[in-house]
T-cell receptor, first 113, second 114 residues
Framework: AQSVTQPDIHITVSEGASLELRCNYSYGATPYLFWYVQSPGQGLQLLLKYFSGDTLVQGIKGFEAEFKRSQSSFNLRKPSVHWSDAAEYFCAVLTLNNNDMRFGAGTRLTVKP | SQTIHQWPATLVQPVGSPLSLECTVEGTSNPNLYWYRQAAGRGLQLLFYSVGIGQISSEVPQNLSASRPQDRQFILSSKKLLLSDSGFYLC?????????????FGSGTRLTVV
């Protein structure tokens, strides 16, 4: 069955530092992969998505993610973190029937001044 | 443009009381609709999804139910709430027939059962 693992529950980075959030997936075919961000008490906002083609995808707010089939990974990156990036980040995989998006447990990002 | 509305934003209900959470989508037709629950410190769990009026698929056995009386309306209900029903409930929609564009989420309902 398809699944998503986010190994890091909580990450703290300094403002201006680079960021990488890890995501590993388990799926038999080429997956549809997504990263969402959730501010406290809010819904989820789509940051970026990968279907096929270029394995490096650009998203909103300066985020990017790289699909690596050999590692079953879809890590999220940002070159320079801003204090407003503090939030919870979720990686997700869409199943073949397109009616069941599976989410990782999330990574909470704290940004130090 | 498409928008999704969820209400209420917060709700405190006693154990054993009924529940009704409503979600409506505007600006699209025949969307796929979803209810997720997010327990404290945990990821999102898919509860129900619907591909059309009156068509409900349940992912997790529980004392919750869902209904889709209209194309763009999705309701989450319970006859008797349990303490374990506390959590953050999120409604989402995707383009009918495919979710590859991603899901769009509402702002959520924080339910506390006391």
């Amino acid at each position: 069955a398809q699944s998503v693992t986010q190994p890091d529950i909580h990450i703290t980075v300094s403002e201006g530092a680079s960021l990488e959030l890890r995501c590993n997936y388990s799926y038999g075919a080429t997956p549809y992969l997504f990263w969402y961000v959730q501010s406290p008490g809010q819904g989820l906002q789509l940051l970026l998505k990968y279907f096929s083609g270029d394995t490096l995808v650009q998203g909103i707010k300066g985020f990017e993610a790289e699909f690596k089939r050999s590692q079953s990974s879809f890590n999220l990156r940002k070159p320079s973190v801003h204090w407003s990036d503090a939030a919870e980040y979720f990686c997700a995989v869409l199943t073949l029937n397109n009616n069941d998006m599976r989410f990782g447990a999330g990574t909470r990002l704290t940004v130090k001044p | 443009s498409q928008t999704i509305h969820q209400w209420p934003a917060t709700l405190v209900q006693p154990v054993g009381s009924p529940l009704s959470l409503e979600c409506t989508v505007e600006g699209t037709s025949n969307p796929n609709l979803y209810w997720y629950r997010q327990a404290a410190g945990r990821g999102l769990q898919l509860l129900f999804y619907s591909v059309g009026i009156g068509q409900i698929s349940s992912e997790v056995p529980q004392n919750l139910s869902a209904s889709r009386p209209q194309d763009r309306q999705f309701i989450l209900s319970s006859k008797k709430l349990l303490l374990s029903d506390s959590g953050f409930y999120l409604c989402a929609w995707s383009v009918g027939g495919q979710g590859s564009g991603g899901y769009t989420f509402g702002s959520g309902t924080r339910l506390t059962v006391v």
